[in-house]
């Protein structure tokens, strides 16, 4: 079992940046991957980057590439996301996830835990 909070969100202007972190805590393997993604009322949950456990790899939805990045979990298996150059299209609930398999996963059902989401809000 695997417990995720997220912490960081808040509100900023177009172009601007946050940090959104990602505390674990649990039984965890070096082999899982945490994954974030992000949810608009009405809209499906949307994948937004993935990092294995380990930081072997990372992968980046198009839509966030080159702004967004990914740190792996540190010793206390807390991860980040940080994001720059941030856009009104950004505005969602972000959620951290965790995944037993450490391949990139990009659909919800590939993850097991959730986190309860933290609110980021881009203002024009």
């Known amino acids: 079992q695997v417990q995720l909070v997220e912490s960081g969100g808040g509100t900023v202007q177009t172009g601007g940046s946050l940090r959104l972190s990602c505390a674990a805590s649990?039984?965890?393997?070096?082999?899982?991957?945490m994954g974030w993604f992000r949810q608009v009322p009405g809209k499906e949950r949307e994948f937004v980057a993935a990092?294995?456990?380990?930081?072997?790899?990372?992968y980046y939805a198009d839509s966030v590439k080159g702004r967004f990045s990914l740190s792996e979990p540190d010793a206390k298996n807390t991860g980040t996301l940080q994001m720059n150059n941030l856009k009104p299209e950004d505005t969602a609930t972000y959620y951290c996830?965790?995944?037993?398999?450490?391949?990139?996963?990009?659909?919800?059902?590939?993850?097991?835990?959730w986190g309860l989401g933290t609110q980021v809000t881009v203002s024009s």
């Open positions: 649990g039984r965890i393997f070096r082999n899982y991957s």
């Open positions: 996830a965790a995944a037993r398999l450490g391949i990139p996963r990009v659909t919800v059902g590939g993850y097991a835990w």
């Open positions: 990092i294995r456990w380990s930081g072997e790899w990372t």
